[in-house]
């Protein structure tokens, strides 16, 4: 092949990445029907979910998102927003109904990759955190600004999780492979120090922690979905004091974890149910259930619980559990309009709707004839 053929070659693979790229990026602002199917190639969604009318409204992502996080505040418009991975950017869904939304996106370029992951909603903040740059981010709601966090006794290469924000404003970390519980106190965009803990009164309970739960500023929940432990851990920063209730069963898996009034719940994919901690002087767990492959957990209300479940078909469930006379569970189930997609995150709006995010796992490789 001469060196104008390759040249050519090379234009008519970049032009075809960018169609796709733009047509993409148009089709994210226009709903498209529930109807059952495979997703396309290297396909992202958001979806959204009417419990009252069980209906979906698919909103398509630009290709190679990659969404993994998600929060919603308010109502008319509702404002989504959620972690474009794939894409280094955090977006910002306004959904006002099926034929008014559109899409709004913020690129996180400080580093070449820097993969946000899991984010949170603090008044007109968005906090996330860079798995790929090792920063937290800090985006400004009104004026679309960008401070980042880094360095400052932030241990190297630490796999940010997730993040949360306490009531007196302190800001948690997971740092999955540091093996550390990271604390953030922000004093200006100059001005901030990180502190990390661990368990060094019992190294054998690593810490690795996935998802994060706040109860109150002086209780942090958070799961260790490690193949070897599977648990769940609570740590008080101000007496510097890990607890690690026990009572898990064998072959458990703790993926999420919510905290609701004087509860703890956590999504439970290796036993196919939600675990429930009766929080007090001696904390009480029960295993409600079964639902099948929960992963992402959202609360809805103290005993109203909704889930992403990685099943085949993938699934957006619902579990209520009742108190009254006899204490009893219920577990719906409502398939997703696209299968085959890998579920991430999920949250419940003011408006009771559901919004899950998903993407394609696998990956498409263009063949490239250089010779």
Same mark, same amino acid.
């Given at each position: ?78 404002? *989504? &927003?959620? #972690? !474009?991975? /794939?894409? $280094?950017? @955090? %977006?910002?869904?306004?959904? =006002? ?28 903040? *968005? &906090?996330? #955190? !860079?798995? /790929?740059? $090792?920063? @937290? %981010?800090?985006?400004?709601? =009104? ?229």
């Amino acid at each position: 092949m001469s060196q104008a053929q390759r040249n050519l070659w090379r234009w008519l693979i970049a032009l075809s990445i960018a169609a796709i790229s733009i047509a993409a990026m148009f089709a994210s602002l226009h709903s498209t029907p529930a109807v059952a199917g495979p997703p396309a190639t290297g396909a992202s969604y958001l979806f959204r979910f009417d419990a009252n009318a069980q209906t979906f409204v698919t909103i398509p992502l630009p290709a190679g998102s990659i969404p993994i996080g998600v929060a919603v505040t308010g109502t008319q418009p509702t404002h *989504v &927003w959620l #972690t !474009e991975m /794939g894409r $280094n950017q @955090i %977006g910002h869904v306004i959904y =006002t109904d099926t034929n008014d939304y559109q899409l709004i996106e913020y690129p996180v370029t400080s580093t070449s990759s820097s993969a946000p992951f899991r984010l949170t909603v603090d008044g007109n903040k *968005v &906090w996330f #955190t !860079e798995r /790929g740059a $090792n920063r @937290i %981010g800090r985006l400004d709601m =009104t004026t679309g600004q960008i401070d980042e966090f880094y360095g400052h006794g932030l241990s190297p290469n630490s796999g940010l999780s997730d993040i949360k924000v306490a009531p007196n404003g302190w800001v948690w970390i997971g740092g999955q492979w540091s093996k550390r519980l990271a604390q953030l106190i922000v004093t200006s965009t100059l001005v901030y120090a990180f502190t990390e803990y661990t368990d060094t009164a019992r190294p054998a309970f690593m810490v690795a922690p996935y998802s994060l739960a706040i109860e109150n500023d002086d209780s942090i929940w958070f799961t260790v979905p490690d193949a070897a432990y599977y648990k769940i851990g609570q740590f008080d920063p101000f007496q510097r004091f890990f607890q690690w209730p026990q009572g898990f069963r064998p072959g458990s898996a703790a993926q999420e974890v919510v905290v609701t009034p004087g509860e703890v719940w956590v999504s439970d994919s290796g036993r196919n149910q939600l675990i429930q901690i009766e929080l007090g002087t001696l904390p009480i767990i029960n295993e409600r259930g079964p639902i099948a492959q929960p992963i992402g957990l959202a609360a809805e209300a103290p005993h109203r619980l909704w889930v992403a479940q990685q099943t085949a078909q993938g699934a957006i469930g619902r579990l209520i559990y009742t108190t009254e006379t006899t204490p009893s569970t219920s577990v719906d189930s409502f398939p997703l309009p696209t299968v085959g997609l890998y579920l991430t995150g999920i949250a419940v709006a003011d408006d009771q709707a559901v919004w899950l995010a998903a993407y394609q796992a696998t990956r498409l490789y263009l063949p490239i004839i250089m010779k």
